[in-house]
């Protein structure tokens, strides 16, 4: 600190080093977390009693050499620390081992497959946010109107919903309007629009499915948060200023429970996760969720390990950038 | 304990029950919950259980309802009704005991996490804050894959998985309590942790637990559907979740069989929501913050 | 509520979009054969490739040195035409013919056979596959391009049957290292009727007819396998007219395509079959016991009475819905000139077990289970895969069956990779398997030669049964050499006897393949064998080349057509828009309202 702080004393510049800090402080949790997930990802799969070589080689003839060779091949004669520690290097490389029925490497696997549920949970979670903020939005502001009681209602049925149900009738109940699974027709002319619309035409109804399932909990959270927005004083004073409630809806209260709401989303994207597991398995959606459903069928363990590993760490990721995020926008925690 | 305290205790239980009463939702959803639980109690009374048993399945494959079977047959001709009455057993189970499960880590966790501070607490908020974040049914599959399977692992699964968010808010329950001037007074007085936790702080925090109990079982008897319906569970009971896996892999869908697909369904969707009233409703009456705003 | 009012311009401008995109989605499409494929394709290299998908995929492209008749099966011209043998049975020649190109134009020859047969006695990693095929060469040589001498260790009787993809030398020998050679490079070179065009793996596989094959071009244009999870997405595809050919299904999905309009059934003669193994006494190859098998189940009077406990047709009957057909020995009565019909049936009879098992010495229990000499009873686990629905249900029959027995069964159904642990290890009383038959029977009545068996405690070998018979492995060793069809027919069917006599496993049925295609596309497909076979799963590549397109196809395509397409796309977001459009402007007001 070269400036004397008692001259100017800058209360931005205070809350920038206890910003930095605290993003220090996030990101660093968040690298120790990943770390976590990446041992459990190596000990949970170890618990597995049995030889591994024994399923790659099943109906095969071999004898005890080709068996030492092939645990010599993938390091299971070696001490567990040492599989560890060559575990963690290979991950660092982006080597995550090989699948036992595909017979490729893991990281391949996934690499094909997270375009595809990127494509799907993104544009699930973004209908399904905004679906859900509007309606918590309107709910909130008309509390117990027949409105809310109804979406608060139609809300709390998807939310019991399991997805997989959901999609299993959705599909029976839309009979041949929507393909019965996959992304996209394999006779599907290759230029990028007729590729366009075949992709969203595959992915109405796990989309509608997903959003169905997820949605609630935005439109819960946003109600409440608004209702509490709502009883803060400032309103009353932005009433009695003789703003319009629609003004004093749209310019202040909203805002200020949107913050909140939104971070909560990608906190809980964790659960948008989870519905994707059993929407691609019942719409054969190639992503990651359905490669999770193929690798619990043996299992196959380098796979479900790997899956494990990305889908756990990319839903802690995602949660210390909201963290973050939330910290930049929110001038009240700015100024704390 | 005096009885002062008693008659002041039940009083308070009366006066929420009152309350819960006032909501509608809430009281729907006692109401469906205790049906349900006696249907499920009643099942080996009232019904044959070797109707379970594909080898005696009564009917033909694929029945659509009639008379002789409300709800129809399943793939293997057994009847819907009495596979959905058994399955609710099961399910019910599976989500009562993980809840337990769950939620015992979770207040034992958050109890100690804000009783005794320091290093330990740390450490504990920090697993839960990694619990919170890691998507739970990604760890219970894991777990269900690489444990036996049985109802043990599916309940295992489901509670080791899910106690942080218990734990959380039993703990900023607790920190609340402690700062409390008369728990400062019994520390004074003498008493112990095991005084000051069993006689102070579980009591207040108990009500909140309870809340979050119901909510937990939503959760799970959910996680028990998923987990089944992916193959984890218990091959050998029939459970929601299990016939719902049957109704994909078999062939409901394409069958159109919506009399395999529906019950099953929305018995699970009957529960949770049951559940999650009671819970929504209990809430409102227990957490003083939410009725000050009704 | 700037985001909506975003989403409503967004929803406009997909919708003008798509609009005028229809007609080009619709232009002139190729005839195509959409065909499901439900297992995973584990390579395309044709050296390293095992799983039957990657094999039957393999034949599309690489012709063998001979093929199989679609009609009777038969070695009929493969890549070599005509064959003949030495006095010793150690010598075989074959002749390649002129004229037979590969798909990019370079001729086949001899070579090409040598150099795939070569490859595979000298790169340990071409050998994974079908290294089998070849263990017994002693030596290949191409004396000139129209020639191949195949030399024997010993007389080998399966010399017609080599299911070795043959590749072109010009392109494999700049191949660095097999393993690791995925050969997905398009277009292929090809010599079978197929050429890959394009492959994305877990999506689908895409062929374009050959147009250099020698046996003439396919008659459609396009071959396409699309990957779905489950049979079950494949039939409802098939019923949506997604697909054109679907087979795998289960006996619920194949009832209820019935009567369907635009779609024809195919009930065939499958070469795959269930069977339930009885822990005979695991050992190695030198004899040392490995597992932990009942003790009771090495008398083979117990696995007798075991297999007259069980009521064969009741669970062919209700497991698989009845299309199966009644096991004896394990090859199928697709294969009749191998399929054994036992001289004496052994019939379903519980009662004459029952006394059986009395007279052999083993007496009930006060709790009705039945006690053996050591003191030990009669409790059996059973071991299925959780995956497979026939294990639970037939296990399910095969308890209560054993149970009015004496016998107790406790049905465990775990993961395929412990199932195979503890079948490899001999870790269990009763366990389900099962296997897919070759026209050539010499694979399959290896498994149960005292060869087969693992060769220390702790690797595996290819038997499932443990089985270990004097009396059937020379019997093995002749059919092995004997060269004179009728006289192997018989010794094969000797083999069977011995393994239905002795019990080591116990076959429940042959599964009828059940398949489906749509008729308002295809016309006909060619089977194998004809009557009563397979479009699918050959032995050849008959049904997916000899597929008939129907006539005008072109124009009725049967699958959502890019115009429909497009059209409900259209609509879909036009009234989501619309609604949300209409609910704002109506929340507005109200919202001004209060």
């Not at chain 2, 979770?106 to 501070?117: E, K, N, Q, S």
């Not at chain 2, 008369?182 to 579980?202: D, M, N, S």
């Not at chain 3, 595996?460 to 002749?478: Q, V, W």
Request: charged share 20%; net charge neutral.
């Amino acid at each position: 600190m070269t400036a004397p702080p008692l001259v100017r004393p800058s209360p931005r510049r205070g809350g920038g080093s206890g910003l930095l800090r605290h993003v220090a402080g996030k990101v660093g949790g968040a690298l120790v977390s990943l770390a976590a997930v990446v041992v459990l990802g190596f000990f949970l799969f170890r618990l597995i009693p049995g030889d591994p070589t024994v399923t790659m080689t099943r109906g095969r003839q071999v004898d005890e050499a080709q068996i030492a060779e092939l645990r010599a091949l993938h390091g299971y004669d070696r001490p567990i620390v040492e599989q560890f520690g060559k575990y963690v290097g290979g991950l660092l490389h982006g080597d995550m081992g090989t699948s036992l029925f595909y017979r490729r490497t893991v990281a391949e696997l996934i690499g094909e497959r997270v375009g595809p549920t990127l494509l799907l949970v993104g544009t699930s979670t973004l209908i399904a946010v905004t679906l859900g903020l509007w309606l918590g939005i309107r709910g909130a502001w008309r509390r117990d109107s027949p409105f809310d009681r109804a979406s608060t209602g139609v809300a709390l049925v998807g939310w019991a919903m399991p997805a997989f149900w959901l999609g299993m009738l959705l599909s029976m109940v839309t009979g041949n309007l929507f393909p019965s699974g996959g992304m996209r027709f394999s006779s599907t002319p290759p230029d990028f629009w007729s590729q366009a619309l075949d992709v969203a035409h595959h992915m109405v109804l796990p989309c509608l499915t997903l959003i169905a399932v997820v949605y609630a909990q935005y439109q819960l959270v946003m109600r409440s948060s608004l209702l509490e927005e709502m009883n803060a004083d400032y309103l009353t004073t932005a009433r009695a200023k003789g703003l319009r409630d629609d003004q004093v809806r749209r310019r202040h209260a909203v805002p200020n429970a949107l913050l909140p709401t939104v971070t909560l989303v990608f906190l809980h994207i964790g659960l948008v996760v989870t519905g994707a597991i059993t929407v691609e398995t019942v719409f054969s959606w190639p992503g990651l969720g359905l490669l999770t459903y193929e690798a619990l069928a043996g299992p196959d363990l380098p796979l479900l390990q790997g899956t494990f590993v990305v889908l756990a760490g990319s839903v802690i990721v995602m949660n210390v950038l909201a963290d973050l995020l939330y910290q930049v926008l929110d001038p009240r925690v700015r100024a704390s | 304990m005096t009885s002062i305290v008693w008659q002041r205790r039940r009083a308070a239980v009366g006066s929420t029950w009152r309350e819960f009463t006032r909501n509608r939702g809430g009281l729907a959803g006692l109401v469906v919950l205790g049906v349900v639980v006696v249907l499920a109690l009643l099942a080996p009374l009232v019904t044959d259980a070797s109707g379970l048993d594909v080898t005696k399945a009564a009917g033909q494959r694929w029945q659509s309802p009639s008379a002789e079977f409300w709800f129809g047959t399943d793939h293997t001709g057994r009847s819907v009704l009495l596979l959905t009455w058994w399955g609710s057993r099961i399910s019910l189970l599976i989500g009562l005991t993980a809840t337990v499960l769950s939620v015992a880590i979770g207040t034992l966790v958050g109890v100690t996490a804000a009783h005794f501070g320091g290093w330990l607490s740390a450490g504990l908020m920090w697993v839960t804050n990694f619990f919170l974040v890691l998507p739970s049914l990604v760890l219970a599959i894991a777990l269900s894959t690489v444990l036996p399977r049985g109802i043990g692992t599916i309940v295992l699964a489901i509670g080791v998985t899910s106690w942080a968010s218990t734990a959380r808010l039993v703990r900023a329950q607790t920190l609340s309590v402690e700062a409390r001037p008369f728990i400062e007074r019994a520390k004074v007085l003498g008493g112990g942790h095991v005084h000051v936790i069993g006689r102070h702080v579980l009591p207040a925090v108990l009500p909140l637990v309870f809340v979050n109990t119901t909510l937990t079982v939503a959760n799970a008897i959910v996680a028990e559907a998923t987990l089944s319906f992916l193959g984890l569970g218990d091959p050998s009971m029939v459970s929601w979740g299990s016939m719902l896996r049957a109704a994909n892999l078999h062939g409901a869908v394409s069958q159109r069989a919506w009399w395999f697909l529906l019950p099953p369904g929305l018995g699970v969707v009957v529960i949770v929501l049951a559940f999650t009233l009671v819970g929504r409703a209990l809430e409102t009456v227990l957490n003083p913050r939410l009725r000050g705003d009704r | 509520m700037g985001i909506l009012r975003r989403l409503g311009s967004v929803v406009g401008a997909v919708g003008l979009v798509a609009s005028p995109l229809a007609p080009a989605a619709q232009a002139q499409q190729p005839v195509t054969l959409r065909v499901a494929i439900i297992q995973q394709v584990d390579s395309l290299n044709p050296f390293l490739a095992t799983y039957q998908a990657s094999t039957e995929v393999g034949r599309l492209m690489y012709d063998y040195l001979t093929a199989y008749d679609a009609k009777d099966q038969r070695p009929v011209e493969g890549v070599a035409k005509s064959w003949e043998k030495s006095a010793d049975n150690l010598t075989w020649t074959f002749t390649v013919p002129d004229g037979k190109k590969w798909s990019d134009g370079q001729p086949i020859t001899a070579k090409d056979v040598g150099f795939t047969y070569n490859l595979m006695m000298t790169d340990k990693d071409a050998a994974t596959a079908n290294g089998s095929f070849v263990a017994n060469f002693e030596s290949v040589t191409v004396p000139d391009d129209r020639t191949v001498v195949i030399k024997t260790k010993v007389p080998q009787a399966s010399m017609l049957a080599l299911d070795v993809p043959i590749v072109p030398e010009h392109v494999w020998k700049g191949v660095g290292k097999i393993a690791d050679y995925k050969n997905d490079v398009t277009p292929s070179v090809s010599s079978g009727p197929f050429v890959l065009s394009e492959y994305r793996a877990n999506e689908f596989i895409k062929f374009k007819a050959n147009k250099e094959y020698w046996r003439g071009a396919p008659k459609y244009d396009e071959l396409h396998f699309i990957y779905y999870k489950t049979v079950d997405a494949a039939v409802q595809a098939l019923d949506k007219g997604e697909l054109d050919l679907v087979n795998r299904m289960g006996p619920a999905q194949f009832d209820s395509l019935k009567g369907k309009s635009g779609i024809t059934l195919n009930k065939a003669q499958g070469r795959r079959f269930n069977e339930l193994v009885l822990n005979s006494g695991a050992a190695t190859k030198t004899g040392e016991p490995i597992g932990d098998g009942h003790p009771a189940l090495k008398d083979v009077k117990v696995r007798q009475a075991i297999a007259k406990a069980i009521d064969q047709d009741a669970i062919i009957a209700r497991v698989n819905g009845g299309y199966a057909e009644r096991g004896t020995g394990p090859i199928p009565p697709v294969f009749p000139d191998y399929h054994l019909t036992p001289e004496k049936v052994r019939p379903f009879d519980p009662a004459a077990a029952n006394t059986e098992l009395d007279q052999a010495g083993y007496p009930k229990g006060s709790d009705g289970i039945r006690v053996g000499a050591d003191g030990k009873p009669l409790k059996l686990r059973l071991v299925g895969h959780t995956s497979r629905a026939y294990d639970e249900q037939a296990g399910e029959y095969i308890k209560s069956s054993l149970a009015d027995i004496g016998i107790a069964v406790d049905v465990q159904l775990v993961a395929d990779t412990l199932l195979d642990e503890q079948g490899v290890a001999g870790k269990f009383d009763l366990i389900f398997s099962g296997w897919g038959t070759n026209p050539d029977p010499d694979f399959i009545l290896s498994l149960h030669t005292c060869d087969s068996r693992p060769e220390s405690p702790t690797t595996s070998g290819t038997t499932d049964t443990f089985f270990c018979d004097k009396t059937y492995d020379e019997l093995y060793a002749k059919q092995g050499a004997e060269l004179d069809p009728a006289k192997r027919s018989a010794l094969v069917k000797q083999m069977q006897q011995r393994f239905y006599d002795e019990v080591p496993a116990i076959i429940l049925g042959h599964d009828n393949s059940l398949e489906a295609y749509r008729n308002d596309t295809f016309a006909s497909f060619t089977i194998q064998p004809d009557p009563g076979g397979v479009i699918m799963a050959q032995n050849g590549m008959w049904g997916y080349y000899g597929a008939v397109p129907v006539a005008a196809a072109g124009a009725a395509s049967s699958g959502p057509s890019g115009l429909l397409i497009a059209g409900i796309v259209v609509v879909v977001l036009l009234v989501v828009g619309g609604v949300l459009l209409l609910a704002r402007r109506r929340g507005a007001t109200a919202g001004d309202r209060e």
